[in-house]
């Protein structure tokens, strides 16, 4: 057999252990062990005895030397390029953040669900989404133990979605998921891909109705869990812009937008989609995902909150319905009234979007809610009729939208 010679380094033994040795000590430890040492230049060579085949590397020898050096004699401590979780405050803030992401989706009744972080690279097809997206950039594993687990994921929802799908199969008729985990896209300037975490959302029905009047498996209940988190995280400035997701119903999906930036999108799940699903009837199913990395680093940059005395004189509110446009997006309205010059506006919401008996075909009528307030005195309701007129005037003026009594 032949002699094994192994190069190793004591500063790198004293690293393994957790301790300082003097380089003769260690020397002195491995001439007990009839191991020959010859001192090359910067690093030492262990010639190691045919009868010691169980040493091959360094590591071998430093569990040698702490073994004759007496393990009782090492202390029991925390390697200093460890720290606890607790003193790394970024990432201590991070963990937090996603729990408390996590206490609040499960308050709200959702199950959280756990998929492999492996998909199809026929569920990019199926979701169609186009060739020039980021979640294109897929890594395939070089043994998968089957087609439908080939790629790395770039998407939460399709692991969901067949969550979804094999739940339904066993007769759960409403159903609401979420799951926080990581994606993988890969980095052409590195060897390693993005490793985003992402926050996966979705709720299915069939006939289901609340007990309590309130469908809480729709786009706006499910836009309303979003807010509430992201209004928990004292962000203000969410906006959603219509979504182009090729998978969503148009009309009833969005982009979800802070600061200008997007962080991901909302919708109901198109019918097409749906077909490629073994679903037995067309179930009703809201989705969304949004990138938390991005949520996370928008949420540690926001400025103080800063606080204002609220008014105690009463509100006087004022009601609304316009005929737009089929396609007329309702956030421009929202927008014209919000930037509209008058401090006495405190708030405005639409309230209901109709279309069908008594109204044309290619119109939908809006009505929108809008609360005025003064900080030194009770409004009249001529005073208000007049501000809101005006109001009203100046959104048809620049909507070209009718007036419905």
Do not use: W
């Amino acid at each position: 057999i032949p002699e094994r010679k192994i190069p190793f380094s004591t500063e790198k033994i004293c690293r393994f252990i957790g301790i300082k040795l003097k380089d003769e000590d260690i020397l002195k430890i491995l001439e007990l062990l009839e191991i020959e040492v010859e001192n090359q230049e910067g690093f030492y060579i262990a010639k190691v005895p045919s009868h010691r085949q169980d040493m091959a590397i360094q590591e071998d020898i430093a569990e040698e030397v702490a073994r004759i050096y007496g393990y009782d004699k090492v202390p029991a401590e925390i390697p200093q390029s460890f720290k606890p979780v607790s003193e790394n405050k970024e990432l201590s803030k991070k963990r937090k953040f996603l729990n408390q992401l996590r206490d609040y989706m499960i308050a709200l009744g959702y199950s959280e669900a756990v998929n492999m972080s492996f998909m199809s690279p026929e569920d990019l097809n199926l979701f169609e989404i186009p060739e020039n997206d980021v979640r294109r950039k897929y890594i395939s594993l070089m043994n998968p133990l089957r087609q439908e687990e080939s790629i790395m994921r770039t998407m939460i929802m399709p692991g969901l979605l067949r969550n979804i799908e094999k739940n339904s199969s066993r007769g759960i008729e409403a159903l609401k998921l979420f799951e926080i985990g990581r994606v993988f896209i890969k980095n052409n300037n590195s060897v390693l891909p993005e490793e985003p975490v992402h926050l996966g959302i979705i709720s299915k029905k069939e006939d289901f109705k609340s007990p309590f009047g309130e469908d809480l498996y729709d786009f706006y209940a499910l836009k309303g869990v979003i807010n509430g988190f992201i209004r928990h995280l004292k962000i203000q400035t969410v906006e959603y812009k219509r979504s182009p997701e090729p998978f969503l119903h148009i009309g009833q999906s969005a982009d979800i937008y802070i600061d200008s930036e997007k962080i991901g999108y909302i919708g109901v799940v198109s019918p097409k989609l749906l077909t490629a699903f073994d679903f037995k009837t067309k179930p009703y199913i809201c989705m969304a995902e949004i990138d938390l990395d991005r949520l996370f680093n928008l949420y540690i940059s926001i400025k103080l909150t800063y606080y204002k005395p609220f008014s105690t004189y009463p509100p006087v509110k004022r009601d609304t319905a316009l005929l737009v446009s089929e396609d007329y997006e309702i956030k421009k309205i929202l927008d014209l009234i919000k930037s509209y010059n008058n401090e006495l506006i405190e708030d405005v919401y639409i309230f209901d979007v109709y279309k069908g008996s008594g109204i044309p075909k290619d119109k939908k009528s809006i009505a929108f809610r809008v609360t005025y307030r003064a900080f030194e005195k009770t409004l009249t309701s001529e005073e208000v009729d007049s501000i809101h007129s005006k109001l009203v005037e100046q959104i048809i003026s620049e909507t070209g939208a009718e007036l419905r009594f």
